[in-house]
């Protein structure tokens, strides 16, 4: 994977696939706030390859209390027009946006969204349908509780920034693509 700096906290020379940008270029004029703004997943398609993100490691460690887990806290920059394709993550994580407009498509797992209200405070937190994509804008988070499959894009016309915050398998990467792991002859599904 190109351009993407972010490393396992326990193994600092393992990759992990968080943000990346392809020539496709969809921009959604979709609401933020009213209600779960989503489009079909064949509105938005995912590359075959990742292209122009930056992730940052910012912390993380090894937890005493949840032995063979790591805590990580994450940062991409996706520049506008792009998408990472399907990929994978091993365990549960909070992803906040900053800044833009961002895509998110659940493949599989359990996916919660809570929107930004107005006012600061938080809207209810509401499930997201598997293969549909939804929408986030600055200060709407989505919580992941178990292992999941998804694919993600910049929906926008400026950079996306967006934090993560995920306790992962120690020394393990927090995202494989796909393509990857079939090359490793490892089962996807």
Known sequence: MNDI???SASSITRRTIVGGVSAIALALGLAHHSGLSAASAQDATP???????DTVLLGGGALASVPGTELLLLRTTMTPGGAVPAHIHYGPFVLTVESGTWGYTPQSGSVKVTRAAADGNFGPAEDVALD???ILTAGDFIFIEN???DWMRNAGEDDVVFYIAALNPVGEDFGVLLSELEMMGTPTS
């Open 5 to 7: 700096a972010a490393r």
């Open 47 to 53: 590359p075959a390859e990742p292209f122009g993100s």
């Open 132 to 134: 549909t994509e939804v």
């Open 147 to 149: 292992a999941s499959q």
